[in-house]
Structure formats: structure tokens, C-alpha cells
């Protein structure tokens, strides 16, 4: 079993930054992919950035130039730096990752822009 554990969500202005952070720990063996997720009220879960174990990575396009993931393998951790935040950016934020086939659910950090 692996649990994931998120920190660094908050409140900021439009404009400002944030960085997330997910651990992942318990029974690992490698870490595979690892993503950032969001989901807004009344909207469905998206996929906001994902990174490999080598280091690729892909970015839904809305957030492309303003987000940043990255990942440190030895601490199984991935971080999502967020820059130039805009309110629709809003939401609950969740980890994911894949330990030999099977998807891992943090329980998310709210991430919250006001105008």
C-alpha cells in the first residue's frame, strides 16, 4: 500500500505563485508516473501535469508556461510549481501515482485564486 500526502495549497491573488508538494511512502518498490490532478465544484477531475520516472513530462495546455512539475525519485516526491495563477485555477488539488500498476489518490490540497 502507498499513501500520498500533499501540502501547499492556500489562498493567493491572481498573478501570484504556489508550489505543491507530494510525498509518497509505505510499501514502494519504484514509483512509475506521478501527476497533479484538479477538480472545481461541479466540474469533472482533470489532468493537470504528469511526469515519467526518466523525467517527461506533459501539461494540460491552459497551464503551459505558468506550471512546472518535477520530481525528486530517491524521496518519491513530486512538486508543481505554479506561477502566474489565475482564479479558474481554483480547485482541489490531487497527487497520483503509479506503484508496479497501481494508481495511488492523495486527498487533495485546495488551491484557491481570488480576483
Known amino acids: 500500500q502507498v499513501q500520498l500526502v500533499e501540502s501547499g495549497g492556500g489562498l493567493v491573488q491572481a498573478g501570484g505563485s504556489l508550489r505543491l508538494s507530494c510525498a509518497a511512502s509505505g510499501r514502494i518498490f519504484v514509483i512509475n508516473a506521478m501527476g497533479w490532478y484538479r477538480q472545481a465544484p461541479g466540474k469533472q477531475r482533470e489532468l493537470v501535469a504528469s511526469?515519467?520516472?526518466?523525467?517527461?513530462?506533459n501539461y494540460r495546455d491552459s497551464v503551459k508556461g505558468r506550471f512546472t512539475i518535477s520530481r525528486d525519485n530517491a524521496k518519491n516526491t513530486v512538486f508543481l510549481q505554479m506561477n502566474s495563477l489565475k482564479p479558474e485555477d481554483t480547485a482541489v488539488y490531487l497527487c497520483n501515482a503509479y506503484e508496479r500498476g497501481k494508481g495511488y489518490w492523495g486527498q487533495g490540497t485546495q488551491v484557491t485564486v481570488s480576483a
Open positions: 511526469i515519467t520516472s526518466g523525467g517527461s513530462t
